[in-house]
């Protein structure tokens, strides 16, 4: 389409100036291919046949799911509330994705964990990240503050 980046990013900014009065003013920042992630996504609840479990078999849970991503490859954990009826304790853990064989593992691994915590399933999503800006660009990587 474009014969060089250059032609590419002069495209991309008279399309940026012929539309900002949708988008407000903006700097111009340069083009870059944006890294994607793919990550995996691990959604597990507290309860067992519509009653909480205790909090001791839910922390033995939560740590169980966690050793599906190693510490360097779990980008993100939390706790809240599960909106789905009914409302329920709920744990996410967002790591990177591993290969075929590692996501056939990890299956089989909250396959057991599914069974032994007497859960009707366990919710496992599979994306691509991508990082975007506040001029709404997409960034080329994600940067790492800490790695704790």
Request: hydrophobic content about 30%; overall charge negative; proline content about 3%.
């Amino acid at each position: 389409m474009w014969s060089t980046r250059a032609d590419k990013d002069q495209a991309e900014r008279r399309w940026n100036d012929s539309h900002s009065h949708l988008f407000g003013e903006r700097e111009h920042e340069p083009v870059v291919e944006p890294e994607r992630n793919e990550v995996w996504v691990i959604s597990i609840g507290r309860n067992t046949h519509g009653f909480p479990m205790s909090l001791g078999r839910w922390e033995q849970f939560k740590a169980q799911t966690r050793l599906c991503f190693t510490r360097n490859n779990t980008l993100f954990f939390g706790e809240g509330t599960g909106v789905w009826d009914p409302t329920e304790d709920s744990f996410t853990i967002i790591g990177k994705a591993g290969g075929s064989q590692l996501r056939d593992d990890v299956l089989n691994y909250l396959g057991r964990l599914a069974e032994t915590y007497h859960q009707e399933s366990i919710a496992f999503s599979e994306g691509t990240t991508t990082f975007v800006t506040p001029s709404g660009a997409l960034r080329a990587s994600a940067r790492r503050t800490s790695d704790t």
